[in-house]
T-cell receptor
């Protein structure tokens, strides 16, 4: 088990609503990455936060946004939910170092959009 | 951007046999290649990784090989056990900077180990 925790475990939202997902990183890790995993597929990189700033972004629209807090925990916000946003959302923490360290994943939040 | 292809999509082996999963990547700048195991209802678990300055790495029953010229890498599991049954993902990355990697994942391999 990694020290990465995510909340909530599951949630159901209606199309057009907004959602906030939360992640607490492993102790000593200052980098958090978010991934979207559709059913039966590999995770897809959404963005990464390092020391409270966005450090890189995948091919996701601006309605996907995030924050990182001084304790290195993080939030993923999704506005104007669409049916295709239904997926497992994973966060992964890693130590900021050179070369970049390993990423450890949390259990995920299962989002269903109806 | 990076593209990672993974084969096979499903693999069934008898307990005690070996299992091999192969991945190819497209971006020659990629320099970090982790493998993850994902069990039902859980997040991916890092099982082994390799960096581009190394050709092979082994950890007990698990080994990974990397051929940078051909842009492919493989996971080898020996003496498979029923608890090895899971979905395995390969990934490739180049460091965004010293903060972290942006991982591009393959499509996954469902490994079934029959007792």
């Amino acid at each position: 088990e990694t020290g990465v925790t995510q909340s909530p475990t599951h949630l159901i939202k209606t199309r057009g609503q907004q959602v906030t997902l939360r992640c607490s990183s492993q102790s000593g890790h200052n980098t958090v990455s978010w991934y979207q995993q559709a059913l039966g597929q590999g995770p897809q990189f959404i963005f990464q936060y390092y020391r409270e700033e966005e450090n890189g972004r995948g091919n996701f629209p601006p309605r996907f946004s995030g924050l990182q807090f001084p304790n290195y925990s993080s939030e993923l916000n999704v506005n104007a939910l669409e049916l295709d946003d239904s997926a497992l959302y994973l966060c992964a923490s890693s130590p900021g170092q050179d070369p970049p360290g390993e990423q450890y994943f949390g259990p995920g939040t299962r989002l269903t959009v109806t | 951007g990076e593209n990672v292809e993974q084969h096979p999509s499903t693999l069934s082996v008898q307990e005690g046999d070996s299992a091999v999963i192969k991945c190819t990547y497209s971006d020659s700048a990629s320099n970090y290649f982790p493998w993850y195991k994902q069990e039902l209802g859980k997040g991916p678990q890092l099982i082994i990784d390799i960096r581009s300055n190394v050709g092979e790495k082994k950890d007990q029953r698990i080994a990974v090989t990397l051929n940078k010229t051909a842009k492919h890498f493989s996971l080898h599991i020996t003496e498979t056990q029923p608890e090895d049954s899971a979905v395995y993902f390969c990934a490739a990355s180049w460091g965004l900077n010293n903060a972290g990697n942006m991982l591009t994942f393959g499509g996954g391999t469902r490994l079934m180990v029959k007792p």
